[in-house]
């Protein structure tokens, strides 16, 4: 049974830096994909950065490429999201999620549709004021 655990989170003035993990247990071997997703209240979930463990690629949303970067401890399947330069629109919950997908079907996840991940955390409250 696989389970997402996250922690961090938390309250921030805007400028400021919070870091996000994700550990991921119950794998037989270990996730090929990892990805955050956000959803601030009355918004759609956005898909905001995803890992793939192979090889260590990497995508960001175009909102916060240059200010968070995720990275994947393998050996631990654990995904940290460390987020930098926070503003009040980063204002959400975010989740992580994961499965074991391709790069190509990652991207296509993380970017439009999430029901392709089948695991997910219970979520984490960022806010910046």
């Known amino acids: 049974h696989v389970q997402l655990v996250e922690s961090g989170g938390g309250s921030v003035q805007a400028g400021g830096s919070l870091r996000l993990s994700c550990e991921a247990s119950?794998?037989?071997?270990?996730?090929?994909?990892m990805a955050w997703f956000r959803q601030a209240p009355g918004k759609e979930r956005e898909g905001v950065a995803a890992?793939?463990?192979?090889?260590?690629?990497?995508l960001y949303a175009d909102s916060v490429k240059g200010r968070f970067t995720i990275s994947q401890d393998n050996l631990n399947n654990t995904s940290t999201h460390d987020m930098n330069s926070l503003e009040p629109d980063d204002t959400a919950v975010y989740y992580c999620?994961?499965?074991?997908?391709?790069?190509?079907?990652?991207?296509?996840?993380?970017?439009?549709?999430?029901?392709?991940?089948?695991?997910w955390g219970q979520g984490t409250q960022v806010t910046v004021s």
């Open positions: 999620a994961s499965d074991r997908l391709n790069w190509g079907v990652c991207l296509q996840a993380t970017a439009s549709r999430p029901q392709l991940l089948s695991f």
């Open positions: 119950g794998y037989s071997g270990y996730t090929t994909c």
């Open positions: 890992i793939y463990a192979a090889g260590g690629k990497t």
